[in-house]
């Protein structure tokens, strides 16, 4: 029969679990650094050499219901895992689920979430409904940051004050009487919100926010607007590069496929969204000095980065895609390249996810699509640099339009087989689910392959999202040398993890193959019977 565990007596709710699990929610209760210490034990783990994380056993274990008795009378009640780990230790767990979210499988990760809205704890409710929205389940984000309105506009305005103040903090200016008869309106609704009174949607009063917003909020709610939209952009179609099983290849066509239609409506929106971005005055001031660094950068010169690009994180993604035309980025040498890649690289805090992005995008794509020969050694090594240390953004920005451009060639496919055979195995899962999104064709075949020969690690999800997509390509690529090669790489190097319907699939899909390594393919699937 199950006793009351006392806080802080008795063992610990994971106690059952596996070694791993419990490494990982030792470290998660182990203070407001717990999310660290989170990401330090995924991290030890994969240096081990051991095999990756079990997310799938790990979620549904957190789902599980379990005895456990509660409240004056001791009742013995079911109570998911997730909702009896200390309340610390569920904060965390939910901010490491939003950092390692790529890695993750849906189908065990929305159960988790909709545990997380029964805790009354508003934090966990809101960073649920924050992972729930990055999956794409229909939930609004309206009221799902914890902060009260007042809150958020009171940091907004510390965060524009330190924007335009330099190095010095502006004083506090006296408050606007209109502004102070807003904020009270405000507290009144948010101190209705925590208290749980019920209100019908049409009692409650239109929101002045979008009339009585005070000017300088409003260049700034413009700003954040755009980064907003963004971000999403970016995120959503990194969503699924991890899992790789959550939706059909089929929708994932339809998908890509509308981004390139939209991609030309997008270019042409730039150059009216260059107009309306002003560089900060700090960036201005030093534009000149930056340009002659980038002139006078030699190959294999090290050190600290120049000051100067610190200021690369007062820039939003719009404005640092308008440093890189006024510096001329895409026109910069090889060895100028090399260079800045290595002053980047070297830049503490890292940059955010969505200016390196746009570095990505601005400092290779235009330079890989016009190559017509090999790329030099110079390129090569400032791509697999960046790329070691930015992956999500390389394979957002370069990845999926190098692939999917009308003009790749020999040159672009060779570059990208070098970028699959030197990747790390925890970016190599990430771009298979870039890849496996991809409408596929020749070239697509080869660099999978290179890919593929590293021995990726991948969970038995995405392993059906990759037999699925080669049987569907098998009836277009008869005759294809690069498709077969392909076939056989699976075929031989992952042969432990092909069931018996699948392998019965590929059987299917070889039938109409005209290549000479047909007969080779088939014996070998022969041989996974015996």
Known sequence: MATPRAEGAGPAPWAHLEAPARLLLQALQAGPEGTRGGLGVLRKLGNRGAELFGWDRFLEALCREEPIVEGPD?????????????????????????????????????????????????????????????????????????????????????????????RKLKLLQNPDPKEKEVDKEEEHEDSQKLGKRRKDPEEEPASPEGERAPKRFRCLEREEEEDHEEEKTERESLETLADGGGASPIKNQTVVRTETNEAGQNLADAKGLVENVELPKAVQDQLPRLQQLLKTSGEGLEGTPPVELQLLHECSPSQVDLLCAQLQLPQV?????????????????DLSFSNATVLTRSLFLGRILSLTSSASRLLMTALTSFCAKYTYPVCRALLGPVLQAPGTGPAQTELLCCLMKALEPDTQVLMLGQILE?????????????????????????????????????????TSMAYAKLMLTVITKYQASITEIQRLSLAKALELNTTFLRKSLQAALRHLTS
């Open 74 to 166: 001791c009742r013995l009640e079911l109570k998911p895992l997730l909702l009896q780990l200390p309340r610390l230790c569920q904060r965390n767990l939910m901010s490491l689920l939003m950092a390692v979210r790529p890695s993750l499988p849906e189908n065990r990760l929305l159960p988790v979430l909709q545990i997380a809205q029964q805790d009354p704890d508003p934090w966990l409710r809101a960073l649920g409904e924050l992972l729930q929205r990055d999956l794409g389940v229909g939930v609004s984000t309206e009221g799902a940051s914890p902060l009260s309105k007042r809150c958020q506009r009171q940091l907004q305005g510390l965060c524009m004050r330190l924007g335009q103040g330099g």
């Open 333 to 349: 040498s090889d060895t100028g390249l090399l260079q800045l890649c290595s002053w980047l690289l070297a830049l503490s805090p």
């Open 438 to 478: 991809l409408p596929w064709k020749e070239e697509t075949f080869l660099v999978l392959q290179s890919l593929l020969e590293q021995q990726v690690e991948m969970t038995p999800e995405k392993f059906s999202v990759l037999i699925e997509k080669l049987c569907e390509e098998g009836l277009a690529a008869t």
